[in-house]
């Protein structure tokens, strides 16, 4: 970026040595012209700044991620009694409103009335539940 901005100083330089009128019709245009050419050299610093900037952001962020990464490798989460999750105590609902399936606590059930995250709409818990199968003894707890 420094080269193009050297030619347009040299050639500025050239053009007050020629001493040329800048009234005349030539004079106008050429110092119109070197006009433009700085500004293009001034556009030019700004893009090439911005770049720079967004190189440095990018190379962070990279490394960000690379130890993330790293972290998340290195993590044995088979031990871990945090992640647990023990299904008696959570239950699959579909709002008879929307049809938002959803899964909730069972504490939430204490009232026997549920609000619907999405819809907004109360509605009472109906415990019983038809086999999906039919016949006695099935336990997939499916409705009908």
Do not use: R, W
């Not at 008696?88 to 204490?110: M, Q, V």
């Not at 819809?119 to 016949?135: D, I, M, T, Y």
């Amino acid at each position: 970026m420094k080269y193009i901005n050297e030619k347009v100083a040299y050639t500025k330089g050239l053009v007050d040595g020629l001493e040329l009128d800048q009234a005349s019709n030539e004079g106008k245009v050429l110092v119109q012209v070197l006009d433009i050419l700085e500004d293009i050299v001034d556009a030019l610093d700004g893009i090439t700044e911005a770049q720079e900037e967004l190189e440095e952001y990018v190379e962070m962020v990279d490394d960000d991620l690379s130890e993330l990464e790293e972290f998340i490798l290195d993590e044995d989460f088979s031990d871990d009694d945090e992640f647990e999750f023990d299904e008696e105590d959570y239950y699959e609902i579909i709002c008879p409103e929307c049809g938002n399936i959803y899964i909730t606590e069972f504490e939430a059930f204490e009232n026997n009335t549920v609000v619907c995250p999405d819809c907004g709409a109360p509605f009472k818990l109906n415990e019983e539940v038809a086999s999906c199968c039919g016949e006695d003894g099935c336990d997939c707890h499916q409705e009908i």
